[in-house]
């Protein structure tokens, strides 16, 4: 029988209350019912709604019906979907902004590395600070635990009391600020954190004030609270804050105001330092034109007062701290360079910091500050520098000059080892000129870097090696007008320093002798460019050997100024360089040839690290700017020249210190030819030294010779140093490869100190390739122009030469020769010509006797007159030749005259023997031109102990005057009517007639 009931869903379930439920079996079922229930609600909530569109809006605009909706189950949950859409655009626009807003903001970290601040110089040791370089900003940072805690207390106190508890910014002090801004427009507020006051400083924005300017400071001070502790922050903060002035930090603050360490601070002192900040300029004491005393105090006190309220500090430690007199302890502003010890070396150290590690534009650059510089300043030898200098200044001002510098260089390591750039670094018009670094003209002193040059690039060329020291057309010098050069004449050619020309030297000779012409031929012979860029490479600078157009004023010149060096430059005429690095050239020929780059730098410390982001290293092959720049053989063999004292023009004694205490030192002098710069250089293995005089302007010729005023230096320091050594020396060794030849030996005497004969053997490098058969030729040469003879050339100016006496065996010079270019092995004598008129001289002596002959009786009056031909008899271009006016009887000279005129030239001779005698007079002129006269004479000597006069015996002797006349060499006693003096005559050394005939020449 069918079952004809109804049948109940099956999802319908019946309590036993007897309630019917709806049982969703699935999701699908539980998502249809509560579609359903919606729809239904829906219905029902719009059941009796007005039909047109208006009415049923205004009808859901009642705040009755509104208020239905949302306290309903729909309108709480719609609620809450608004509410988690609002939340989530909130969280993407927050993304957003902060994208925006952090992408154009540079990293910050609490040190402050972009800040600056002071820079700390100390010397080698790291022990002794010479200065604090603090520019526009004086900072020193220094760990948290070497600042007073009293200092940390007041200035939580006083900016940020919740400073503890907050994560970087304040809600209630942002609120507060923009309420007092914007809506009652009163004084600006910040409401910023500490960490947002460490951002705006760090950043520069303490003048900034706008929207955006504080969404970026919120965020960066957010990333602060992230990356550090509340300690490094606040840290981070008292090394930036500014305390007025220059002063930045509470380290710098606290040397300025009470010369003390910040950590040593007072509650009273860290107080008034605590309120500046809020004002610098109307609360700090330096401030003179804007410090209001009262407000400070005021400020102070309150500064005192919340520390009491934040329970820093107790009532009682507060009201003590109020009654000291804290304004009596500041000390007064010190000016930026007070205190400073060795200031030129601590400036050149600074170039050397802004040139290597200066802020550029790029992305994430830092300024220069806080750091902590160790240079490679020695003290005891920057002291010993400073000593000589000073004691130098009374000789220096007696040649025109005022200032000096002094450089020392460690050559095996390129450190600076100590530098005095001036006499007097407090004088107001020049003192802080550092005349080490600035340009000067090396004159001589540049001749090393030419031969070093010409060894190096020459397959033929060794210390014993020709180049001719003769007058002569080179490019540059036409050599039309033989006289003297400018600035004083008008002459063109190539002159020497003390206007001789010696013939063919050696280089060693050439370059021991400073001689002028050589060194230019050197030059020109490799090319004027090589050799500055071969200098410029000793140097380790590039542009450092620049030439400029005359009449600039080089210390101000530009690129534009510049102008070609030429053959000039050779002897440092018309070209400029720096000292500094002028030592560090001659180092590097110390070192064998080995480029270093120069330093004053040893270790760089950023603020109050312990560990340097910057250290020296010993420099070595392969390193960057470590070359070899010049072979070692080439190297050693102008060490060598250099320090060797016989080829050494210098005087011998205080002047040849070449071989000081078994130090072997290579010296070099330089003047320039308008006498601005004087300079000495000298090196050996350990230290190369170079000084510098001259007149603080650069344009004022000084007197004397410069030897007397660089001696006192270079040698003063460079000896010091060696001994301060305390070892044994150590002097070059020479290559293996370096030959040992016959070389060229100069008999000519070249320089005021020089040994001659020069060595027949000498040096020359591994490459040399001597000139085959020529040391057994024999050749006549001329001696005033150092070319071979021809028919022309007269007897007396010819010399034969053999073996190693011959110059062009070894001549290297390109320039020898009548027209300038001619091979030195056929040029020919371009002084004479077959042409030329002889000088001619005519003898008169004696009296006329009875039968016609010339009679001299007990005295005889001897004379000649001179008349030159076409050659004069003194020529400034011949010096070593001036014409000469000779006297003999019977072949034995007894009277010698140096002359310029034509005379007639008169003397009285006392005849020594009786019967006829040969009286001669011979001349020669300038170029060795000569003319005799002679005569025959009776003689009658007087008898023993007559002198014609007052009886007493007198001896002839040889003379070298310039008198017309002889001149007794005693006086007549007025009683015993003798010789009672001896007198020193021409050179020699007159004994008493009366016990001696013996003549000594000094």
Not at 204 to 209: A, C, G, I, S, V
Not at 239 to 245: E, F, I, L, Q, T
Not at 723 to 737: E, R
Not at 827 to 851: E, F, K, N, R, W
Request: net charge positive; hydrophobic share 35%; charged share 20%.
């Amino acid at each position: 029988m069918a079952d004809n009931r109804r049948k109940r869903p099956a999802n319908r379930v019946t309590t036993r209350s007897g309630r019917t439920i709806k049982v969703n079996r699935s999701l699908g079922e539980r998502f249809i019912a509560m579609k359903e229930a919606k729809s239904l609600r829906r219905v029902q909530r719009l059941r009796g709604l007005p039909k047109s569109r208006l009415k049923r809006a205004a009808w859901r605009l009642d705040p009755k019906h509104l208020a239905e909706y949302w306290f309903s189950r729909d309108g709480g949950i719609m609620a809450l979907k608004i509410a988690g859409i609002a939340i989530l655009i909130m969280f993407i626009l927050t993304l957003g902004v902060f994208a925006y807003f952090r992408k154009d903001l540079p990293d910050i970290s609490v040190t402050g590395k972009n800040l600056g601040g002071s820079v700390s110089y100390y010397d080698r040791t790291g022990k002794t600070l010479l200065w604090q370089d603090y520019s526009a900003v004086k900072r020193v940072p220094v760990p948290g635990t070497e600042i007073s805690p009293y200092l940390k207390m007041a200035t939580v106190a006083i900016e940020d009391r919740d400073f503890y508890n907050h994560r970087g910014f304040d809600v209630k002090g942002i609120a507060r600020a923009t309420i007092n801004d914007v809506i009652k427009h009163g004084s600006t507020q910040g409401g910023s954190t500490i960490t947002q006051q460490l951002v705006k400083i760090n950043l520069d924005w303490t003048q900034q004030r706008s929207v955006a300017r504080k969404v970026k400071e919120l965020i960066l001070a957010v990333e602060l609270e992230r990356t550090y502790t509340k300690d490094d922050i606040l840290t981070g903060y008292l090394n930036a804050a500014p305390y007025g002035g220059v002063d930045y930090g509470v380290q710098a603050a606290s040397s300025d105001y009470f010369h003390k360490s910040a950590k040593d601070l007072t509650l009273a002192e860290a107080a008034m330092l605590a309120a500046i900040p809020k004002a610098p300029s109307v609360y700090s004491p330096y401030n003179a034109e804007f410090f209001d005393k009262q407000g400070f105090l005021d400020r102070q006190h309150y500064v005192l007062d919340v520390m009491v309220q934040t329970k820093k500090i107790t009532k009682a430690e507060a009201d003590a701290a109020k009654k000291v007199d804290v304004l009596a302890e500041v000390f007064p502003q010190q000016t930026k360079f007070a205190g400073i010890k060795a200031p030129y070396f601590v400036l050149a150290a600074k170039n050397e910091l802004e040139k290597k590690f200066a802020c550029s534009n790029s992305a994430g650059c830092n300024k220069i500050g806080g750091w902590k510089v160790i240079t490679t300043l020695d003290m005891n030898l920057q002291n010993k520098a400073e000593e000589v200098t000073q004691k130098n200044i009374s000789t220096i001002r007696r040649a025109g000059a005022d200032t000096s510098a002094l450089v020392a260089e460690d050559v095996k390591t390129g450190q600076m080892v100590a530098l005095v750039g001036g006499t007097d670094f407090t004088n107001p018009d020049y003192g802080q000129i550092n005349y080490a670094q600035i340009n000067i003209s090396p004159g001589s002193s540049f001749k090393p870097y030419d031969y070093a040059a010409l060894i190096d690039n020459g397959t033929g060329v060794g210390a014993g090696s020709v180049l001719y020291d003769s007058q002569g057309p080179l490019p540059g010098y036409p050599c039309t007008d033989k006289g003297v050069p400018p600035p004083k004449g008008t002459g063109n050619c190539l002159q020497d320093y003390d206007f001789k020309y010696p013939g063919p030297l050696t280089l060693r000779y050439a370059l021991g002798g400073s001689r002028n012409v050589p060194a230019v031929k050197a030059m020109l012979t490799v090319g004027t460019d090589k050799v500055i860029k071969m200098a410029n490479s000793m140097m380790n600078a590039p542009n450092a050997y620049r030439c400029y157009n005359g009449g600039v004023d080089v210390n101000n010149a530009t690129v534009k100024d510049e102008a070609p060096c030429y053959g000039a430059s050779a002897i440092g005429d018309g070209a400029y360089l720096h000292l500094d690095q002028h030592v560090n050239g001659l180092a590097t020929m110390a070192r064998m040839g080995e480029e270093y780059p120069q330093t004053y730098i040893l270790k760089l410390y950023q603020s109050a690290s312990s560990k340097p982001f910057y250290e020296w290293k010993q420099p070595k092959t392969g390193d960057k700017n470590v070359n070899q720049v010049i072979r070692q053989d080439s190297a050693y063999i102008v060490n060598n020249m250099a320090s060797d004292p016989s080829a050494s023009y210098l005087p011998a004694g205080y002047y040849k210190w070449h071989n000081y205490n078994g130090w072997k030192s290579a010296i070099k002098t330089g003047t320039t030819n308008n006498g601005f710069d004087g300079l000495m250089m000298s090196w050996n293995t350990q230290y190369a030294v170079g000084s510098w005089v001259g007149y603080h302007t650069r344009n004022k010729g000084l007197s004397g010779t410069m030897e007397t005023l660089t001696a006192p230096l270079t040698k003063g320091l460079m000896t010091y140093a060696l001994d301060s050594l305390h070892t044994t020396p150590v002097n070059w060794t020479q290559p293996s490869d370096i030959k040992t030849a016959p070389a060229f030996v100069v008999h000519t005497h070249v320089g005021v100190g020089s040994v001659e004969p020069s060595p027949a053997t000498d040096i020359f490098p591994s490459w040399y390739q001597p000139k085959s058969n020529t040391t057994n030729q024999n050749q006549t040469i001329d001696k005033v122009s150092n070319k071979l003879a021809t028919s022309c050339t007269p007897e007396l100016a010819k010399q034969t030469q053999g073996g190693t006496a011959v110059p062009n065996a070894f001549s290297v010079d390109i320039f020898f020769g009548a027209t300038g270019g001619a091979s030195s092995s056929g040029a020919t004598d371009d002084v004479h010509s077959c042409s030329d008129a002889q000088p001619i001289v005519t003898l008169a002596a004696g009296d006329l006797g009875s039968g016609g002959n010339r009679i001299c009786n007990l005295t005889c009056t001897i004379s000649a007159a001179i008349t030159p031909g076409t050659h004069p008899f003194d020529d400034a271009q011949y010096p070593q030749f001036p014409g000469t006016l000779t006297f003999t009887v019977n072949d034995q000279v007894v009277k010698t005259i140096s002359t310029a005129s034509g005379g007639p030239y008169s003397f009285t001779y006392q005849p020594t023997s009786s019967g006829p005698a040969t009286i001669k007079a011979q001349v020669t002129d300038s170029v060795l031109y000569g003319a005799t006269d002679s005569a025959t004479v009776t003689m009658t000597s007087p008898p023993t102990g007559f002198n014609g006069n007052n009886g007493n015996a007198t001896t002839a002797s040889t003379q070298r005057n310039t008198t017309t006349t002889s001149k007794p060499y005693c006086t007549t006693h007025p009683n015993t009517k003798r010789c009672q003096t001896n007198r020193f005559s021409n050179g020699l050394l007159i004994v008493r007639p009366l016990f001696s005939h013996l003549f000594l020449r000094f």
